[in-house]
């Protein structure tokens, strides 16, 4: 299950992505606002923690621009601020939980699976995406395709995930490059769909030229 955790202290962040991972989520961590509006597509992610602090702009005003565009995905707020007006404050702006620096970390992955639970049911730590006889076990990063196991590179593996998560839709090449490839050119795009394209079959994925890419119905 796929976190985006937007932290800009480096010691902090670095801990809370370990620790995220080694729970079995797969943590993308940021430290600008910036970086997290350009990642924060729907669909993109299953949870956001989110800090209020940031370089950039206030983890408030962040949060209130995804929830004024309709987005409902599940945010955790981390941050040093204690008051009480601060925590109705991120309360009515639309947080799903609130959690006052310094906090244990066992207590934030608690809050955030019990927000996961509130929001994907019971089945939320065994996420299940599947087109066809193509599926993508979330939880245990396994493809299989015809019942077969698929072995995918980390970056497929992410192309992948993308596309399936948005089943109905073209996801963009920006959006695409942005979740998976970390920068590298567009070139770099074409070729890793290209192998990806080898392992689970051609015609599972369609181009819409100039465009992106989506599953095929």
Known sequence: MKILLVEDDLELGRALQAVLLDDGFDAVWV???ADARRLLVPGGFAAAVLDL???????MSLLQELRGSGDQLPV???TARDALEDRLSGFATGADDYLVKPFDVAELLARLRAV?????GASAGTRLWTSGALALDERRKATTCDGE???LSPTEYSLLLALMQA?????TRTELEDR???GNDSQSLDVHMS????????QRVRTVRGVGYMIAP
């Open 116 to 120: 996961l639970r509130r929001t994907h």
């Open 167 to 171: 089943p109905d839709r073209v996801v």
């Open 76 to 78: 955790v707020l981390i």
């Open 180 to 182: 998976a490839l970390a």
């Open 53 to 59: 602090g940031l370089p950039d702009g206030d983890g």
């Open 149 to 151: 196991p698929v072995a």
């Open 195 to 202: 192998n990806l394209r080898k392992k689970i079959g051609e």
């Open 31 to 33: 430290r600008m606002a």
